[in-house]
């Protein structure tokens, strides 16, 4: 069993700054990738940022220079530094994480969430 803690959200300004970590534990044998998806009041989940273990990222173009993950492999940590943060960031911001465990094999796991709210 795979289990992700996040932290790090919060209420910010506009124009602020935010920086989310999620960790992940268990009988973890290996992970593949690590991301952050986000959901709006009304709107479905959507992917912020994701990360290979060999540290190649990928955005939503919504958050493209703005953002930037990273991850600690030996850790099994991933972070989301969120810059210049707008209002339409508001959101609860998900971890998704990719792992190998020898009960389920690959499989994904999703953490609790984590609340994130830009003011204007």
């Known amino acids: 069993q795979v289990q992700l803690v996040e932290s790090g959200g919060g209420l910010v300004q506009a124009g602020g700054s935010l920086r989310l970590s999620c960790a992940a534990s268990?009988?973890?044998?290996?992970?593949?990738?690590m991301g952050w998806y986000r959901q709006a009041p009304g709107k479905q989940r959507e992917l912020v940022a994701r990360?290979?273990?060999?540290?190649?990222?990928d955005y939503a173009d919504s958050v493209k220079g703005r953002f930037t993950t990273s991850r600690d492999n030996a850790k099994n940590t991933v972070f989301l530094q969120m810059n210049s943060l707008k209002p339409e960031d508001t959101g609860v911001y998900f971890c998704?994480?990719?792992?190998?465990?020898?009960?389920?094999?690959?499989?994904?796991?999703w953490g609790q969430g984590t609340q994130v709210t830009v003011s204007s």
């Open positions: 268990g009988s973890i044998f290996t992970m593949d990738v």
């Open positions: 990360i290979s273990t060999s540290g190649s990222p």
């Open positions: 998704n994480a990719r792992a190998w465990t020898s009960g389920r094999g690959w499989h994904d796991t």
